[in-house]
């Protein structure tokens, strides 16, 4: 049921054009983090819930293959059709069938703003099926973006905040701003392995986004999407105009909101958790 909110091609890309990619830290981080115990090079990285593939192509540089995984045939399609580097494949799965790939063939399990979705005790029972000895299970997610722009960035940030909890908040559904907001703290998270780190507030992206993408922002949001579901198609598309006409009132600017370019900042967390090198976690 989850891939609802992200079925139409047109979502897709999207997704892709607003949504950032992680940075370049965090992602030094999860290959340093699986360096420490992993013998001999890295091999495989899937990355569950891939959407358009921004998690995907920058891990592919590490590993000998990535296989992009999402349950929206439409996100697939979309992430197969830009450029990605030879090494990654995307393909269809259903939720937390068995993933297409061999056991214990892995270095890495990643899933980026996916896990909330997940049933996450089969999920782990497929991502310690696929992992090495020694391989990892990296949860990547970003809180609320911040906006930015000179003397009005606490401005911007109160619209944020309205328009994602109270606004939208109730419509998010399973996918539970709770979890997010939470950095994946709640215990259904917790890794299946005694071996564990997390790192919160050490990373973050920057996109430069017109108003009118931020616009589009909040169209991907799954809360958006249920509260066009439950108030209709005329009140979201008003929710989406008054979001932009509130941050172009503060403003205060004669640009278009085509034309005038904000900041927005992402805080990432990570938590990941090691297969142990002897399989004596009992799953
Ligand atoms: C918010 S998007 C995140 C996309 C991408 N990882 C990123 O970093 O932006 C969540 C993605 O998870 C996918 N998804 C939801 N439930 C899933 C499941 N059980 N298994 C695999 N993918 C799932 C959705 O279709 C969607 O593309």
Redesign the pocket.
Known sequence: M??RY?EGVKLASTYQRV?PSPPQSLIDSIINYIKQKHVGPLRDAV?????SG??SRVVAPYFTSVVG????PA?VEVASNLENPSNVTFVV?G??EEYPVAAESCSLVV????AH??DMPRYFVQAHRVLRPGGVIAHVGYLVPELHWPGKSHLLQEIMVDIHLNEMGQYFGRSNRDDIDGSYTAAKYDMPYEEHHREDGMHEASLELPVSAMGDYITTMSGFSGYRHHLGEQKATLLKQQYMDRIMKVLDVSSSPEETMLTIKFRYFLSMGRKPLTDNSGQ
């Open positions: 989850s891939q992200f949504r990355d569950v819930g891939c959407g921004q998690v995984m999402d349950v929206s996100m799965v939720s937390e899933s980026c703003m996916a979705w997940f």
